[in-house]
């Protein structure tokens, strides 16, 4: 009997394995160009996983949410979580941050929030959220902190930044708020939603939109008018087609966005030191999300992903 339970227990551990490991190839979505020389305008833009990216140019920089200490899965399920301080700074050398001005964090969610704080420790700056995302930097004894919110406007340097709402994809999960006296090392499910934000960037004639969830604006994106949109498909590909199509159109159609480039579609299990990869099939879909977006563009927008750490070529934008 004993051996039999062994044998049963250990095709599924095996089945286990085999199901984390399955998962889209890249090989058929094309790529972001990489630039060599900064744009016209001096902006640079660097993917950093995740829905991270950094905003640069000669005086001022700005980087959405940050995460780049992805714990692996079995950490995230048993386990407690913590910012990596060694791994923020390879990201740093990598993208040539040595000074910072603020990290803006969609929501306090772990993969958005959790390494923020350990940013600003290093290279100065504010970190930028709601509340819930405060109190999770003042449990990181970081006090250079600003609260933010829907329609809020904030000049640094030659960025001007408008914020909205938005909600998380659904299905949301942790859903809350974090208040004071969270600790870390914490549960990744201690790290409540508290809100969502997005990000309307401009610099120079460059008009980047950021929506780092692929849940709905709470506010007409029309009124912000891009040439370029970070579009989140994390769970996008769990939805059914009406509502990604939806979603396509008050997300890019509504911005006017010709060139889109997908974010937080890797799997953030991973380590940055490994080639990124999609998520597996047994949480996500990122292969139905790319086709079904990439069909909804048709010939006059551009879809295209975005390559870890180099500098992206945004001239298919058109302005920027």
Same mark, same amino acid.
């Given at each position: ?17 085999? *199901?984390?490991?399955?998962? #889209?190839?890249? !090989?058929?979505?094309?790529?972001? #160009?990489?630039?060599?020389? #900064? ?7 660097? +993917? ?9 140019? !000669? @005086? ?6 940050? +995460? ?17 301080? &060694?791994?923020?700074?390879?990201? @740093? ?5 040595? %000074? ?12 958005? *929030? ?9 290279? /100065?700056?504010?970190?930028? /959220? ?21 329609? !809020? ?18 299905? &949301? @999960? ?12 914490? %549960? ?10 997005? +990000? ?6 460059? @008009? ?28 996008? /590909?769990?939805? !059914? %087609? ?67 750490? &180099? ?10």
């Amino acid at each position: 009997m004993w051996t039999g339970l062994a044998a049963a227990l250990l095709v599924v551990v095996v089945m286990g394995v085999v *199901a984390l490991n399955l998962r #889209p190839s890249l !090989d058929d979505w094309p790529r972001v #160009p990489i630039r060599k020389e #900064p744009l016209a305008t001096g902006l640079g833009i660097r +993917f950093i996983g995740t829905s991270g990216v950094v905003l640069s140019d !000669d @005086r001022t920089t700005l980087v959405i949410d940050g +995460f780049v200490t992805r714990p692996p899965l079995w950490q995230v399920l048993f386990g407690r979580v913590q910012p990596d301080a &060694e791994q923020v700074r390879k990201v @740093r050398a990598r993208t040539g941050v040595s %000074r910072l001005d603020a990290v803006m964090v969609a929501h306090s969610h772990y993969d958005h *929030a959790m390494d923020a704080p350990e940013w600003v420790k290093q290279a /100065g700056g504010e970190v930028w /959220g709601t509340l819930s995302t405060l109190n999770i930097a003042r449990a990181e004894g970081v006090q250079a902190t600003r609260i933010i919110g829907p329609h !809020d406007q904030i000049e640094r340097g030659l960025f001007h930044v408008r914020v909205f709402g938005l909600d998380h994809a659904p299905p &949301e @999960r942790m859903q809350g708020i974090i208040h004071e006296g969270f600790h870390i090392p914490a %549960r990744a499910t201690d790290y409540k939603t508290g809100g969502g934000l997005g +990000f309307y960037v401009t610099h120079g004639s460059c @008009r980047i939109l950021a929506v780092p969830s692929a849940g709905r604006a709470q506010t007409d994106l029309s009124q912000y008018p891009a040439d370029v949109i970070l579009l989140s498909i994390g769970q996008l /590909g769990l939805q !059914d %087609r009406d509502a990604i199509e939806t979603y396509w159109r008050d997300t890019v159609v509504a911005s006017g966005a010709k060139l889109v480039i997908p974010v937080h579609w890797d799997d953030f299990s991973r380590s940055l030191d490994a080639p990124l990869k999609p998520l597996p099939y047994a949480f996500e879909r990122v292969d139905v999300a790319m086709r079904e977006i990439m069909a909804l563009a048709g010939d006059g927008i551009t879809v295209a992903l975005p390559v870890l750490y &180099e500098p992206l070529d945004l001239s298919a934008s058109g302005a920027c």
